[in-house]
C-alpha cells in the first residue's frame, strides 16, 4: 500500500494529551474528504483508545509515554495508538462490553469498532498494548480482505 502522508506524535500519559491526540488526527485527516458524522467517529475512536493507554495501560501515571502514527493510504486512513504500559491478559474479554473497573461502562472498544472499518488489538501482559484503528476513505468501495 502506498503511503500518501504519515504524522508521528509521542504523548506524555496526562489526561489533556486526549485532546490533543483528537485534534492532530481531525487536522491530519482534513486533508480527505470525510464527512462531519465520518470526522467525528475517528475522533471519538482516537479518544478512547488513547485515554485506555492512560487510565489502564499506565494506571494514570503521568510519565508514560503514548505513540500515535497516522498513515493516510490510497483508500485508507491507519490510526496506531501504541503504549507500553500494563497490557491486555485477555484481549477477547476486553473487547467485549465489560470494564475491569466498575465505575465504567467498558464501551470504548465497543465504539471504536463500530465506528472504524477495522480495529485490531495487539497486547502482552506487561509489554504494553497495540490498537490499530483503520477508516476507508470516503466514497470508495473496498473488498473485504
Ligand atoms: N491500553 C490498554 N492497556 C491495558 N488495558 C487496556 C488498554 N485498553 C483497554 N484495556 C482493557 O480493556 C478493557 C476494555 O476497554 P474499554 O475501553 O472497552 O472499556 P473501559 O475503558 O473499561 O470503559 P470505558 O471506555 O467505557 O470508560 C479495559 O477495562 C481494560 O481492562
Ligand atoms: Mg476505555
Given at each position: 500500500?502506498?503511503?500518501?502522508?504519515?504524522?508521528?506524535?509521542?504523548?506524555?500519559s496526562?489526561?489533556?494529551?486526549?485532546?490533543?491526540?483528537?485534534?492532530?488526527?481531525?487536522?491530519?485527516?482534513?486533508?480527505?474528504?470525510?464527512?462531519?458524522?465520518?470526522?467525528?467517529?475517528?475522533?471519538?475512536?482516537?479518544?478512547?483508545?488513547?485515554?485506555?493507554?492512560?487510565?489502564?495501560?499506565y494506571?494514570?501515571e503521568?510519565?508514560g509515554?503514548?505513540?500515535?502514527?497516522?498513515?493516510?493510504?490510497?483508500?485508507?486512513?491507519?490510526?496506531?495508538?501504541?503504549?507500553?504500559g500494563?497490557?491486555?491478559?485477555?484481549?477477547?474479554?476486553?473487547?467485549?462490553?465489560?470494564?475491569?473497573?466498575?465505575?465504567?461502562?467498558?464501551?470504548?472498544?465497543?465504539?471504536?469498532?463500530?465506528?472504524?472499518?477495522?480495529?485490531?488489538?495487539?497486547?502482552?501482559?506487561?509489554?504494553?498494548?497495540?490498537?490499530?484503528?483503520?477508516?476507508?476513505?470516503?466514497?470508495?468501495?473496498?473488498?473485504?480482505?
Amino acid at each position: 500500500m502506498k503511503m500518501r502522508n504519515r504524522m508521528k506524535l509521542e504523548l506524555l500519559s496526562l489526561p489533556g494529551n486526549v485532546r490533543l491526540a483528537r485534534v492532530a488526527v481531525a487536522a491530519f485527516a482534513s486533508e480527505v474528504d470525510y464527512n462531519v458524522s465520518d470526522l467525528e467517529e475517528i475522533k471519538v475512536a482516537v479518544s478512547e483508545a488513547v485515554s485506555n493507554a492512560i487510565t489502564h495501560g499506565y494506571q494514570n501515571e503521568p510519565d508514560g509515554v503514548i505513540t500515535l502514527t497516522a498513515t493516510l493510504f490510497d483508500n485508507s486512513l491507519e490510526i496506531v495508538i501504541e503504549d507500553e504500559g500494563k497490557g491486555i491478559e485477555d484481549i477477547e474479554e476486553a473487547l467485549q462490553s465489560t470494564s475491569s473497573d466498575p465505575e465504567r461502562m467498558g464501551l470504548g472498544f465497543v465504539f471504536m469498532r463500530s465506528f472504524m472499518d477495522e480495529v485490531d488489538v495487539a497486547s502482552e501482559a506487561g509489554q504494553g498494548t497495540r490498537v490499530i484503528l483503520r477508516k476507508n476513505l470516503p466514497g470508495e468501495i473496498h473488498a473485504e480482505t
